[in-house]
């Protein structure tokens, strides 16, 4: 195993270039699961569970809440949740130390922001569904998309009943509308020039690739997603220094026929991955 840790940390050493994608099985390894009804969604979401019914953070996001007071209720809880505390996990942490001194950038489909909370910079980083810091008209009048940090910790520490004061629900300022966080449930999400912006650099960064020794290095992404996980095997396959490196559990380690001879597979807990190699990281080059 040694000797598979030692090739990847040289596949990053030597690359020209590291493209870092990342879904939901990143953020379970730092103890974030949106999709289970776990002690963490009972303790932080059981009067939400109670209520509505709802029995894990995902379907907390597409419950249709009977009030304005209710929804922000549960969005600016979900906010806190994931943001509370001010410093990223070691998991992020770990991540960011490995490519923090290359040429890199960020592809994911997680709301929670926490690559720029390890300090990944927002031209450096994708986030195809959005995530739960920002607000939009719901109404989609304008493209504009506002940082709702002050307005959503505000939220969550004044709600009660998980109901949210009805002076601070936001209001578009163009229209006097109704707003929303600016993640990915319906087809109101923008993709305005904000996310435009980063979905080109995006493209940018692999057509600066091309020909180039690329590292893609993926972090927990399902064996069927198509967001992430298709174009990264279809980029491995069409760029002949191409390295593909998936990192997963068990039978979603997937990686198919077609680039098998380009790629690795690491099975096990990210977040113990990631902390063997920072550490052989830094006896390699202390």
Same mark, same amino acid.
């Given at each position: ?46 009067? *939400? ?65 926490? *690559? ?42 004044? /709600? ?35 996310? /435009?912006?980063?979905? /080109? ?17 993926? *972090? ?11 174009? *990264? ?19 979603? =380690? ?19 991955? =990631? /902390? ?11």
């Amino acid at each position: 195993m040694e000797h598979k840790y030692n090739k990847v940390l040289t596949k990053i050493e030597e690359a020209d270039a590291i493209l870092i994608g990342a879904s939901n099985g990143l953020s379970i390894s730092e103890g974030i699961h949106i999709f289970a009804d776990n002690a963490a969604f009972r303790e932080n979401f059981g009067d *939400f569970r109670e209520k509505y019914g709802i029995r894990s953070i995902i379907q907390g996001c597409f419950y249709p809440y009977p009030s304005e007071e209710e929804k922000w209720g549960f969005f600016s809880r979900m906010y806190n949740y994931f943001l509370y505390k001010n410093e990223a996990s070691p998991v992020m942490k770990n991540l960011f130390e490995l490519v923090k001194d290359k040429n890199y950038f960020v592809v994911t489909s997680n709301i929670d922001d926490h *690559f720029r909370q390890a300090g990944v910079p927002q031209e450096r980083l994708f986030e195809i569904e959005g995530n739960c810091r920002n607000i939009q008209c719901a109404n989609g009048c304008h493209h504009q998309i506002y940082p709702g940090d002050e307005i959503l910790s505000t939220m969550a520490r004044s /709600q009660k009943d998980g109901k949210v004061p009805l002076d601070l629900i936001p209001k578009c300022p163009m229209c006097n509308g109704i707003m929303k966080v600016h993640i990915e449930i319906d087809r109101s999400f923008l993709r305005g020039e904000a996310w /435009q912006r980063s979905y /080109q650099a995006y493209q940018d960064f692999i057509e600066k690739a091309h020909g180039k020794k690329l590292v893609i290095l993926e *972090f927990g992404v399902g064996a069927e997603n198509q967001l992430i996980k298709l174009p *990264f095997m279809k980029l491995t396959q069409l760029e002949e220094y191409a390295s593909y490196i998936t990192f997963n559990i068990g039978r979603e =380690l997937y990686i198919p026929d077609a680039i098998a001879a380009k790629s690795m597979g690491m099975d096990g807990d990210i977040s113990e991955v =990631l /902390q063997q190699l920072v550490q052989m990281k830094s006896a390699n080059f202390s």
